[in-house]
C-alpha cells in the first residue's frame, strides 16, 4: 500500500509540472503544484517508559504537493498539503515519513520575487523497517501514526518557481493489527521525528 501511494504521488509530481503557466499568473484563485529535493531525518524511538530504543539520522528524497486556492492582494494561499520523505532504506532503518493535512503560505510581495512563510498541520505516517520478511521477500513494517505539524520559509525566485527550506515534526504512536503475528513488538513505542527539507517548489496560479 504505501508503494501504491508513493508511485501515485510520483505520478502527481509529473503531472503537475506540465502545468506550468497554465492560469493567468495571479496568485489568487486556483493553485495547483509541488516538486520536491532532499531531506534529513533525526527520529529516535522510544517504549511506553519513555526510554529509547533506537535513534539515527536518515538522508532521503523529498517531495511535495499542493492545491488549493489563493485569495485577492496575492499574498495569501490556503491548500491540502501532502509531504512525503523517502527513505528507501533497508533493516532496522525508516522507510517512509508522510504527512497530509492543511497550509498555509503567506508572501511578503504581491509578485514574484518574494519571500513568504508557510505553516500547516495535519496527520503523519511513520514507517519504519525491523527485519526481513523471508515470505514476502521484503522488510516486516511497523507502522506510526499520529498527529504532526510542518513550517518553512522560502523565496520565490521567479513567477511559479521558489526555492523552500522546510521542518516536519511529529510524535506518533505504533500501531498494530488484532492479528499480527509478532507479538514482541506490540508495545506501546512511539517515534520522535523531526525533519529538515530542502526543495524547489512549482505553482501553477
Known amino acids: 500500500m504505501r508503494r501504491i501511494m508513493f508511485i501515485s504521488t510520483l505520478l502527481l509530481f ?3 509540472s506540465s502545468f506550468g503557466m497554465a492560469f493567468n499568473n495571479h496568485r489568487s484563485g486556483f493553485i495547483i503544484g509541488g516538486l520536491g529535493g532532499f531531506c534529513v531525518d533525526n527520529w529516535s524511538m522510544v ?3 519513555g526510554v529509547k530504543i533506537d535513534s539515527g539520522t536518515a538522508n532521503g528524497l523529498h517531495f511535495d504537493f499542493r492545491i488549493g486556492v489563493g485569495f485577492k492582494g496575492d499574498k495569501l494561499m490556503l491548500y491540502c498539503w501532502g509531504l512525503v520523505n523517502y527513505f528507501g532504506g533497508g533493516s532496522y532503518s525508516p522507510a517512509f515519513n508522510m504527512m497530509y493535512g492543511i497550509g498555509v503560505s503567506y508572501y511578503f510581495k504581491p509578485i514574484a520575487p518574494s519571500f513568504y512563510v508557510n505553516a500547516g498541520f495535519g496527520i503523519q505516517q511513520y ?3 525491523t527485519r526481513p520478511n523471508w515470505i514476502w521477500f521484503g522488510y516486516h513494517s511497523e507502522d506510526y501514526l499520529g498527529p504532526g505539524i510542518m513550517g518553512g520559509i522560502g523565496y520565490e525566485f521567479a513567477r511559479h ?8 515534526w511529529s510524535y506518533p504512536r505504533y500501531q498494530y493489527d488484532d492479528d499480527d503475528i ?3 513488538y506490540k508495545a506501546d513505542k512511539a517515534i520522535n521525528s523531526l525533519a529538515i527539507t530542502l526543495s524547489i517548489i512549482r505553482i501553477a496560479y
Open 47 to 49: 517504549d511506553e517508559d
Open 161 to 168: 518557481w521558489s526555492m523552500e527550506f522546510g521542518v516536519m
Open 14 to 16: 509529473i503531472c503537475v
Open 182 to 184: 509478532f507479538d514482541e
Open 127 to 129: 514507517s519504519y523497517h
